[in-house]
């Protein structure tokens, strides 16, 4: 009985640690936005997913995850700035054979993420690029238009209910 039940626990345990890897894995994109474009929370939060694992008994393999990371760096970065340039360097010191881990990485370009942030301050100007504040504005919008209509929808109709009132009343007339 102890044997079932242990060999239950393991494939529930290697069940839902192949369900939050191929999670991390697929929703890293979505996971950045979630964080506002701003590296330091995301990565956080992808160490939260990675600690989660390995209390699972899974280890976070850094040849699949590095080049996620990276895919991520590279679709949310602004062409042209500071970061993308610094976070290519990284890339390719890495395609070159650099050891690096997946903390490694993260820490190396959370450093950079960190100066491009203090310089793009230092000029004025709003470190959190464009296209992402963009997105998530358009996010909110298109959620309260959704409680919006969904709010209207549920009050009375546009007449102010006398239209089910004459359906009531022309039923009526017919008995």
């Known amino acids: 009985m102890v ?5 239950a626990a393991q494939v ?3 069940s ?7 999670q991390l894995m697929a929703g890293m994109p979505h996971l950045y936005e979630e964080c506002g474009g701003n590296i330091i929370k995301f990565h956080e ?3 939260s997913k990675m600690h989660t694992l390995v209390s699972y ?4 393999d850094d040849k699949a995850l590095i080049p996620a990371l990276m895919m991520v760096y590279k679709k949310t970065s602004k062409e042209g700035n500071k970061f993308t340039h610094n976070v290519e360097i990284i890339k390719a010191k890495y395609n070159e054979g650099q050891d690096y881990t997946n903390y490694t990485i993260m820490d190396e ?7 491009w942030v203090k310089e793009t301050k230092a000029e004025g100007k709003e470190p959190v690029q464009g296209k992402d504040k963009i997105i998530a504005l358009q996010t909110q919008l298109e959620t309260m238009n ?5 709010a209207l929808s549920q009050s009375t109709p546009a007449d102010g209910g006398k239209e089910k009132d004459q359906k009531k009343s022309n039923k009526s007339k017919e008995w």
């Open 3 to 7: 044997k079932v039940i242990t060999m």
């Open 12 to 14: 529930a345990t290697r």
């Open 16 to 22: 839902t640690a192949t369900l939050l890897m191929s």
């Open 45 to 47: 939060s992808v160490q």
């Open 57 to 60: 008994g899974s280890k976070v």
């Open 109 to 115: 370009v959370e450093v950079k993420y960190k100066e």
């Open 146 to 150: 959704k409680t919006l209509q969904k």
